[in-house]
């Protein structure tokens, strides 16, 4: 589904590169989480994938097919994104804001207003939603519109960009959850990008850690917490501690 070969990213006058030399296979129905310090390349590594940045060397594959032969709408059309800072666009409705890609792709009215009937009862929000102001919203329910606009045209694949940060760790979790519920129900491939380790190993198949803007750890949770990956070792000792902790406190 995605492929990613020897995918290197430089920014102009940066002293190394952002991204070095990454080659991963996503296939189709997982859910990968990138994890690593800050400024190890995650985020730029995940918006090769929809060419939000261009690789300045390396190829990727989308669906068996290198990624630069789409023209660059078509691309990014097809794979739903969300981010950290929701980004609805606060002059339109819920609905408008929901509505923007199949619109953007010419679908009929009919076939887009059913589409957004359909997405917009997976994120479990009262109908009457749908035709207030994102401004109305809480952050929670900003971030779930925000996925609903993500799935609006029916993207197979998926990438998140520290989708829940800004959240409260109950809205968190609970947004987390649904949206695993939703990538398991609706057969997505997600990739997203998270600084929490805990929400990576709750949430994906597989966790990918960066450092230094190359891989130095891909495997399941369970082995990451197991310690079976030195190099990873830092980044997942604090959710060890912390459920060692909480074990403790519940005695």
Do not use: C
């Not at 952002?18 to 590594?45: H, Q, W």
């Not at 691309?75 to 619109?103: D, K």
């Not at 917009?120 to 035709?131: G, S």
């Not at 197979?156 to 800004?166: S, W």
Request: a negative charge; hydrophobic letters at 45%.
């Amino acid at each position: 589904m995605i492929e990613l070969l020897g995918v290197s990213v430089a920014y102009d006058g940066a002293p190394r590169p952002a991204v070095r030399d990454v080659s991963l296979a996503i296939p189709a129905g997982e859910f990968v989480a990138l994890v690593g310090p800050s400024g190890s390349g995650k985020t730029s590594l995940l918006k090769t994938i929809n060419r939000l940045i261009a690789p300045t060397s390396g190829v990727i594959r989308i669906e068996d097919r290198d990624a630069a032969e789409f023209p660059t709408h078509e691309l990014r059309r097809r794979i739903g994104y969300v981010f950290q800072g929701v980004g609805l666009f606060p002059h339109m409705s819920v609905r408008e804001n929901i509505a923007i890609t199949p619109s953007l792709l010419g679908w009929p009215r009919e076939q887009i207003v059913a589409r957004v009937d359909a997405v917009f009862d997976l994120i479990a929000l009262p109908r009457d939603y749908l035709d207030r102001a994102p401004a109305a919203l809480s952050g929670g329910e900003r971030q779930r519109v925000a996925v609903a606009r993500a799935l609006a045209a029916e993207p197979r694949i998926v990438i998140m960009d520290e989708p829940f940060g800004a959240l409260d760790p109950v809205t968190r979790d609970a947004l987390g959850q649904a949206y695993r519920a939703l990538h398991e129900r609706m057969g997505l491939t997600t990739v997203m990008v998270t600084h929490d380790t805990q929400e990576a190993a709750l949430l994906a198949d597989r966790i990918v850690v960066l450092r230094d803007g190359a891989v130095v750890a891909d495997d399941t949770p369970r082995a990451m917490l197991s310690g079976a990956h030195p190099e990873a070792t830092g980044l997942f000792d604090t959710p060890r501690r912390q459920a060692a902790a909480i074990a403790d406190l519940a005695r």
